[in-house]
């Protein structure tokens, strides 16, 4: 039995985790859980028996934010917020988002332990959607909980067989009106998230926390580049206006416009690129590709974004290609609240762990909670800084240390 604080019950904590793991899409050791799907809504079940089991009154909002509260004895004031989600894009790991919501569960269990009673409820939080899977659009659940999406917008997504929210929520036992999910600024007194970093710091210098100052800022389009298709062989080279040649261009565009803002913060890739008519001998004529460009300066980033948008002027005046580009979402940075960073120093040092103060370069519900409370978000290590893969690791006792601190945290906001 591995604990890092006597209350905390670290192997049940990673049986569960490898347990949530075993409900994927995909066979074991990946993880593949995307949002509605049969395997999101079986993993939404086991999490809530948890909560019920540690006896949280669960509800769960018209889109399926679930929400597992711990009553404090002031009803009247605004409760603690902590949580993350449990979805996975395909060929994920078990700990981005899991790692939060099991472990901001078990700080929970660990306090009821200690015979803590909190002044505020404190409210444990699944949302719906983080990853940018079913819709293109990543916190889907935190984005509409901050009205940063509206019901009318969110009504227009359509998934890639053109499906839409109504649809697959309905399909997946959540109802109720769209309008009902905002929640009021001042709904959580504050909110914590835990989460593994997704990079490779807290690892590399022995770093056991990471206490998140600023969430980057993403920015997703959706472009299309439409060209001539034909014979791969008849088609002479003179003339062809081959629509994926034209879309490597604006990659490498995108890429070389990344680094050259000269700041290490900003990052781009293209992560999908859908090729038409996709036979090996016939002349790419539609490409489709999705940009995905972060950075904790919006202004920088937007500067991105505009010499992406000349690179694609220029690709299509000299290709003879037409390109239309669609802004997805392009979000300004979080920083995160200060007293709430006091508070997890404060635990950090009370628990013996050693901290660092870094940025987050992946987005979280945190992003959105900034919007209508005050955040912070606690990090732990990940084995080799690696994410979004099976391989992806964080260890007992990184774990412990995450869940200790965070417990310690959720008391003080609470008291
Ligand atoms: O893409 C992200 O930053 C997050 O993991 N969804
Ligand atoms: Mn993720
Ligand atoms: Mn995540």
Redesign the pocket.
């Known amino acids: 039995m591995t604990t890092a604080h006597p209350a905390l019950s670290i192997d049940r904590l990673v049986s569960e985790l490898q347990t949530l793991a075993q409900i994927s899409e995909a066979a074991p050791p990946v993880v593949t859980r995307v949002v509605f799907g049969e395997a999101d809504r079986r993993a939404r079940a086991y999490v809530k028996k948890l909560c019920a089991d540690a006896g949280l009154t669960v509800t769960e909002d018209a889109i399926g934010n679930t929400f597992a509260r711990w009553q404090g004895s002031d009803r009247t004031l605004a409760p603690v917020g902590t949580g993350s989600h449990i979805d996975a894009i395909p060929n994920a790991g078990l700990y981005?988002g899991c790692a939060g919501v099991l472990g901001g569960l078990e700080a929970i269990r660990v306090l009821q332990q200690l015979g803590f009673e909190p002044r505020r409820s404190i409210e444990l939080v699944i949302f719906t959607s983080?990853?940018?899977t079913r819709f293109g659009i990543?916190c889907l659940g935190s984005r509409m909980m901050a009205n940063v999406l509206t019901p009318s917008q969110a009504l227009e997504l359509r998934d890639k067989d053109g499906r839409g929210l109504e649809e697959w929520r309905a399909q997946a036992g959540f109802k109720g009106s769209l309008e009902s999910v905002a929640l009021p600024s001042g709904h959580w007194h504050q909110f914590v998230e835990l989460h593994i970093e997704?990079g490779p710091l807290l690892e590399q210098e022995g770093v056991d926390l990471g206490l998140v100052t600023h969430i980057a800022a993403?920015a997703s389009q959706k472009i299309v580049i439409e060209g001539e298709g034909g014979h791969a062989g008849g088609r002479l080279m003179p003339g062809r206006k081959d629509a994926l040649a034209a879309a490597a261009e604006l990659i490498l565009a995108l890429e070389s416009a990344a680094k050259s803002t000269g700041a290490i913060d900003t990052v781009a890739t293209v992560g999908v690129c859908e090729v038409f008519p996709g036979a090996v001998n016939s002349i790419p004529s539609r490409v489709t590709i999705t940009t995905?460009v972060r950075d904790i300066d919006g202004t920088r980033r937007d500067g991105v974004l505009k010499a992406l948008a000349a690179a694609c002027d220029a690709v299509a005046s000299r290709r003879g290609v037409e390109i239309t580009t669609e802004l997805v979402n392009a979000d300004p940075p979080a920083t995160c609240d200060a007293a709430i960073l006091n508070k997890l120093e404060e635990s950090a040092k009370a628990a013996g762990k050693s901290y660092k103060k870094m940025v987050s370069r992946?987005?979280?519900d945190s992003l959105f909670m900034a919007r209508i409370a005050p955040v912070a978000m606690l990090f732990i290590p990940c084995r080799g800084g690696v994410?979004?893969r099976p391989d992806e690791y964080a260890s007992p006792e990184w774990i412990g240390s995450g869940v200790h601190v965070l417990a310690r945290t959720l008391a003080e906001l609470a008291s």
């Open positions: 981005d983080e990853e940018p990543g997704q993403p995905d992946a987005y979280h994410s979004h």
